[in-house]
Nanobody, 127 residues
Framework: QVQLVESGGGSVQAGGSLRLSCTASGYSYSRYCMGWFRQAPGKEREGVAAVDSTDSTRYADSVKGRFTVSQDNAKNTLYLQMNNLKPEDTAMYYC?????????????????????WGQGTLVTVSS
């Protein structure tokens, strides 16, 4: 049974940093494409970052230069380092996984291709 468990969310002031983690289990982690999505109240789910098995990455324009996605295959863990946080980054953040992994093209920031979703971790950024 595939499980994705996020952690690391919390409350921070604008300009601060947080690191989210996602621990995966129940499948061969290194074969999957992984990513992070977020959803703010009243808004659609938005792709934030994606990474494939070669560590190639793609980011939403809104987070480029501030967020960094990485993974540790030995620990089956995905990370999202978030720096210079802004109030508009406030949202529930979800870890996602998909197989087959076809790279991090344009579609990798859309929810459709992803087979598995975590329960989410809440990030709140105050001004």
């Amino acid at each position: 049974q595939v499980q994705l468990v996020e952690s690391g969310g919390g409350s921070v002031q604008a300009g601060g940093s947080l690191r989210l983690s996602c621990t995966a289990s129940g499948y061969s982690y290194s074969r999957y494409c992984m990513g992070w999505f977020r959803q703010a109240p009243g808004k659609e789910r938005e792709g934030v970052a994606a990474v494939d098995s070669t560590d190639s990455t793609r980011y939403a324009d809104s987070v480029k230069g501030r967020f960094t996605v990485s993974q540790d295959n030995a620990k089956n863990t995905l990370y999202l380092q978030m720096n210079n946080l802004k109030p508009e980054d406030t949202a529930m953040y979800y870890c996602v996984a998909r197989l087959p992994c076809l790279g991090v093209g344009y579609a990798s920031l859309f929810p459709g291709p992803y087979n598995y979703w975590g329960q989410g971790t809440l990030v709140t950024v105050s001004s």
